[in-house]
T-cell receptor, first 108, second 115 residues
């Protein structure tokens, strides 16, 4: 069993739809990360959070420490949001565990 | 502003040949540095991290090694490549601020194909 599980693996949405990607983890963490990987391979860090909720533009990330669960929401999705979204967790010892990613395609 | 460079961008190497991938960071000092690999169809895997010059921690036993000869330079090497070393290699950095780390910043990556 992987330390980090994401769902769904693949997601296709119509432009404008509200999107949710889920992440569950089974290890103790100091922070949870949401990353975005574009088709060329480059990775951008979207959020790093250890509690509560963060919002950047149309993106919202939440975490429930007790349930060991996080969600990434995209409001008013757009074709440029098409990418692979990766959930990762880290601890104070510099260990990182990654989910296998959710491939999102937003259709115009 | 901070930037992170990796080279080469793509590399095709025969089995058994040596490897050297370089990563440099600009605009910051004393970063934590990381090497990741993403094999085809699989998730990211942390290979090595470094908290300072000459300090290397290995997460996964393999035929790869890492070195940090300067504060902002991180090198990934192999003496003899295996087919299973093919993948997308990413370098990343982050800073320790007080008792906690900030977010990670990733380089553009090197796509390695071992034939």
């Amino acid at each position: 069993k992987n330390e980090v599980e994401q769902s769904p693996q693949n997601l296709t949405a119509q432009e404008g739809e509200f999107i949710t990607i889920n992440c569950s983890y089974s290890v103790g963490i100091s922070a949870l990360h949401w990353l975005q990987q574009h088709p060329g391979g480059g990775i951008v860090s979207l959020f790093m959070l250890s509690s509560g909720k963060k919002k950047h533009g149309r993106l919202i990330a939440t975490i429930n420490i007790q349930e060991k669960h996080s969600s990434l929401h995209i409001t008013a999705s757009h074709p440029r949001d098409s990418a692979v979204y990766i959930c990762a967790v880290s601890n104070t010892g510099n260990q990182f565990y990654f989910g296998t990613g959710t491939s999102l395609t937003v259709i115009p | 502003s901070q930037t992170i460079h990796q080279w080469p961008a793509t590399l095709v190497q025969p089995v058994g040949s040596p490897l050297s991938l370089e990563c440099t960071v600009e605009g910051t000092s004393n970063p934590n540095l990381y090497w990741y690999r993403q094999a085809a169809g699989r998730g990211l895997q942390l290979l090595f991290y470094s908290v300072g010059i000459g300090q290397i921690s290995s997460e996964v036993p393999q035929n790869l090694s890492a070195s940090r000869p300067q504060d902002r330079q991180f090198i990934l090497s192999s003496k003899k490549l295996l087919l299973s070393d093919s993948g997308f290699y990413l370098c990343a950095w982050r800073l320790l601020a007080g008792n906690s780390y900030n977010e990670q910043f990733f380089g553009p990556g090197t796509r390695l194909t071992v034939l």
